[in-house]
């Protein structure tokens, strides 16, 4: 079965997901791109023509969703969603609604009341939701939890989850609507939900967390994304920055690189974290921390350490084995750790994907490749539980762990006390997000 898919939304990750579609022909033909979806036409057209210049298929530009399911010649099966955080339920449901499958870039939507009705409405239509979460599906993150689950380090006693940095006072990745609380924005939140899934994926689920939160630095400059983030800014350079900065929906403001902009979304999270198998976790996550950097995420048990290496890079994982009656410590990397873990093997469809390798201890891979490659692996993953008529890997009820993990951080420091990551799934701890879905006009029926 071949399932064919328009592309919604034609920014920088509408051209990062058209890389991944090109990688994915390489090898597989369960997915086919056959339209390319956004409000400036011209941004569709450039994203449906790098499609064209590198596959069979040539998708064509439409201005939104309803014109390529209202074109006669065009047949849908699903739609993978990758505009702002905002639009991602809406467009999720009417899809859904229309009896298409959705793929839908993370976080799965603008607040977790916006989750529960995408959920409701999978129910509703039994169609397949498909969550982009991309940092488990890395084979080093994919070895590291068989290390843990194999107990190469023995019970699990803590995890520690650093990324300390500096956005230099720039907006991330120059996207206005990333300063915005409304629009789910700021580092905590957008790239947080990354190292959430990633927390629950190595240590299970997350009972309770506590945390303090701060927006540090409120003027933020918009830089030239090659300035900001220039190992993107080849797949960003042909996206339009809207004329509308989100303080409102109603304010219309036109934003300009050298404007300054005024964040209001958290930039900086302190959090503790208690997970249900009784292990603890910290996660610290800023982009205002000048002149002082630290990216480190370790799992700490009864017998070692794992050294989780930066996902996708393709560096090696690492365990440090003690204490050992001569208090020397014992490391483990590369080839010996697959020795820890003799029936580990990467999926067929990974596996393909990585040359045939379907046990590796590291790769050496640049990163446009490896994010083209793990985006593949997402389309390959909504097109298989379509055809097997089984869940997706990360589906609904992993996008909203992942988010009510990320917003229990936000509610936590709202509300200056620990929250139960359950309660935020759930809507009974909302108080962060209340703000959020009356902007956005979000309720629950």
């Given at each position: 079965?071949?399932?064919?898919?328009?592309?919604?939304?034609?920014?920088?990750?509408?051209?990062?997901?058209?890389?991944?579609?090109?990688?994915?022909?390489?090898?597989?033909?369960?997915?086919?791109?056959?339209?390319?979806?956004?409000?400036?036409?011209?941004?569709?057209?450039?994203?449906?023509?790098?499609?064209?210049?590198?596959?069979?298929?040539?998708?064509?530009?439409?201005?939104?969703?309803?014109?390529?399911?209202?074109?006669?010649?065009?047949?849908?099966?699903?739609?993978?969603?990758?505009?702002?955080?905002?639009?991602?339920?809406?467009?999720?449901?009417?899809?859904?609604?229309?009896?298409?499958?959705?793929?839908?870039?993370?976080?799965?939507?603008?607040?977790?009341?916006?989750?529960?009705?995408?959920?409701?409405?999978?129910?509703?239509?039994?169609?397949?939701?498909?969550?982009?979460?991309?940092?488990?599906?890395?084979?080093?993150?994919?070895?590291?939890?068989?290390?843990?689950?194999?107990?190469?380090?023995?019970?699990?006693?803590?995890?520690?989850?650093?990324?300390?940095?500096?956005?230099?006072?720039?907006v991330m990745h120059s996207t206005v609507w990333r300063a915005k609380k409304a629009q789910a924005g700021g580092v905590v939140l957008d790239a947080g939900v990354h190292n959430a899934d990633l927390l629950l994926y190595l240590m299970g689920p997350a009972e309770r967390v506590?945390?303090?939160?701060?927006?540090?630095?409120?003027?933020?400059?918009?830089?030239?994304?090659?300035?900001?983030?220039?190992?993107?800014?080849?797949?960003?350079?042909?996206?339009?920055?809207?004329?509308?900065?989100?303080?409102?929906?109603?304010?219309?403001?036109?934003?300009?690189?050298?404007?300054?902009?005024?964040?209001?979304?958290?930039?900086?999270?302190?959090?503790?974290?208690?997970?249900?198998?009784?292990?603890?976790?910290?996660?610290?996550?800023?982009?205002?921390?000048?002149?002082?950097?630290?990216?480190?995420?370790?799992?700490?048990?009864?017998e070692g350490t794992l050294y989780r290496p930066p996902s996708r890079r393709g560096s090696s994982p690492r365990i440090v084995l003690g204490p050992t009656s001569t208090n020397n410590h014992t490391m483990i990397e590369g080839d010996g750790l697959l020795n820890l873990v003799p029936e580990f093997e990467l999926d067929e469809i990974t596996a393909t994907l990585w040359d045939g390798e379907n046990r590796m201890?590291?790769?050496?891979?640049?990163?446009?490749?490896?994010?083209?490659?793990?985006?593949?692996?997402?389309?390959?993953?909504?097109?298989?539980?379509?055809?097997?008529?089984?869940?997706?890997?990360?589906?609904?009820?992993?996008?909203?762990?992942?988010?009510?993990?990320?917003?229990?951080?936000?509610?936590?420091?709202?509300?200056?006390?620990?929250?139960?990551?359950?309660?935020?799934?759930?809507?009974?701890?909302?108080?962060?997000?209340?703000?959020?879905?009356?902007?956005?006009?979000?309720?629950?029926?």
């Amino acid at each position: 079965m071949t399932l064919n898919i328009a592309l919604v939304g034609a920014g920088g990750m509408g051209m990062r997901h058209a890389t991944g579609y090109i990688e994915l022909r390489k090898y597989f033909d369960d997915v086919k791109v056959v339209a390319v979806c956004d409000p400036h036409l011209d941004s569709a057209e450039a994203v449906a023509q790098v499609i064209s210049n590198s596959t069979p298929e040539s998708p064509r530009p439409f201005a939104g969703l309803v014109e390529a399911a209202d074109a006669p010649d065009i047949s849908l099966d699903a739609v993978d969603i990758v505009t702002s955080t905002p639009a991602h339920h809406t467009l999720a449901i009417e899809a859904m609604r229309s009896g298409l499958h959705v793929m839908v870039e993370k976080p799965m939507g603008l607040t977790l009341t916006a989750c529960r009705l995408m959920q409701s409405a999978e129910r509703a239509t039994s169609k397949v939701l498909s969550i982009s979460e991309n940092f488990r599906r890395d084979p080093m993150n994919r070895l590291a939890k068989a290390l843990i689950d194999a107990d190469a380090i023995g019970k699990p006693y803590f995890a520690l989850d650093f990324s300390i940095g500096s956005a230099n006072r720039g907006v991330m990745h120059s996207t206005v609507w990333r300063a915005k609380k409304a629009q789910a924005g700021g580092v905590v939140l957008d790239a947080g939900v990354h190292n959430a899934d990633l927390l629950l994926y190595l240590m299970g689920p997350a009972e309770r967390v506590f945390a303090e939160t701060d927006v540090n630095d409120r003027q933020r400059l918009l830089r030239p994304m090659s300035d900001q983030a220039p190992g993107l800014a080849a797949m960003y350079a042909h996206r339009r920055e809207p004329d509308i900065n989100p303080l409102s929906s109603r304010e219309r403001v036109r934003v300009r690189v050298g404007d300054t902009i005024e964040q209001d979304a958290v930039d900086t999270a302190f959090a503790s974290i208690r997970f249900k198998s009784g292990a603890v976790g910290q996660l610290v996550i800023t982009d205002a921390s000048h002149g002082y950097d630290l990216g480190d995420s370790v799992v700490v048990g009864s017998e070692g350490t794992l050294y989780r290496p930066p996902s996708r890079r393709g560096s090696s994982p690492r365990i440090v084995l003690g204490p050992t009656s001569t208090n020397n410590h014992t490391m483990i990397e590369g080839d010996g750790l697959l020795n820890l873990v003799p029936e580990f093997e990467l999926d067929e469809i990974t596996a393909t994907l990585w040359d045939g390798e379907n046990r590796m201890a590291s790769y050496e891979m640049d990163f446009r490749q490896i994010d083209a490659k793990i985006i593949a692996l997402e389309y390959m993953d909504l097109a298989r539980a379509v055809a097997d008529g089984r869940s997706p890997e990360v589906g609904s009820a992993e996008g909203m762990a992942a988010l009510g993990l990320a917003y229990g951080v936000m509610e936590s420091g709202e509300a200056n006390e620990a929250v139960l990551v359950d309660d935020v799934v759930e809507g009974k701890v909302r108080r962060f997000q209340e703000e959020i879905d009356l902007a956005a006009g979000i309720t629950e029926c």
